[in-house]
């Protein structure tokens, strides 16, 4: 039975859920980089989520959403280096901006934090979709999340909907030319391999996905 609301009980296991996920998916997300870049993306990515679960071990239990989002950006940011840290500890602060005094997390505050993190990440990034980055996965799975009719669904169907745009346009990444970046330098060899940060995205959605699919009230203690 799939959960219908996310509590800050449950946001900090959804994201520790996350992390485990990214650590299981380390070497697949580094061969990816390693083919359009310097390899390091997996590591980058785990190194990040492994702050996040250390941060929020620490955290008094009773913190609510937007200060565990906000805790999460400042531990990713914190330990790890390169664009990818700022940009995706910037789009977790900006996510707990957002939710600001939010008790819950719906459908409709899902949306929220996509549509915050997309304007955070292009920000940070400097990028517009179809600039062949994460912001690609985000874009979509903001896009997919508010599309008409929303408002019928729940949050299961909402974040599925988001999971499965996000990793459709990050495979759709490989047909895309890099603007930005490094790998802007290769030309059309990238053509063929998509984005590693798009990729995770994609993953970090899936995940979450699963984690409201197998986590019934009262299963998380
Ligand atoms: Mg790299």
């Known amino acids: 039975m799939a959960i219908s609301v996310i509590d800050q009980r449950c946001l900090s296991g ?28 997996g590591i980058t990515m785990r190194i990040g989520f492994e702050a996040i679960r250390e941060r929020l071990g620490q955290l008094d239990p009773a ?18 280096g390169g664009a990818i840290g ?5 789009m977790l602060m900006a996510g707990g901006k957002a939710l600001q005094g939010m008790q819950e997390i719906r459908a409709q505050e899902f949306q929220q934090l996509l549509t915050a993190m997309e304007s955070s990440v292009a ?5 517009k979709p179809g600039d062949r980055t994460i912001l690609d996965a985000i874009h979509a799975a903001a896009v997919a999340a508010t599309a008409p009719g929303w408002a019928s669904k729940d949050l299961n169907t909402i974040v599925d909907l988001a999971a499965s745009a996000a990793q459709g346009a990050a495979r759709t990444t490989a047909d895309m030319l890099c603007r930005v970046g490094r790998a802007s330098r290769l030309g059309n060899r990238v053509l063929g391999h998509p984005d590693p940060g798009a990729i995770s995205f994609g993953i970090i959605l899936r995940a979450m ?3 409201i699919t197998i986590s019934a009230p009262g299963s998380h203690s």
């Open 209 to 211: 996905h699963h984690w």
């Open 86 to 90: 700022v940009v995706m500890g910037k």
């Open 123 to 127: 920000a940070t990034g400097k990028v």
């Open 14 to 41: 959804m994201l520790i859920f996350v992390a485990d996920e990214i650590a299981r998916r380390e070497a697949d997300l580094n061969a990816l980089d390693a083919a359009v870049g310097d390899g390091d993306h």
């Open 63 to 80: 913190t609510p959403i937007d200060g565990i989002l906000r805790e999460s950006g400042t531990a990713f940011l914190g330990a790890t």
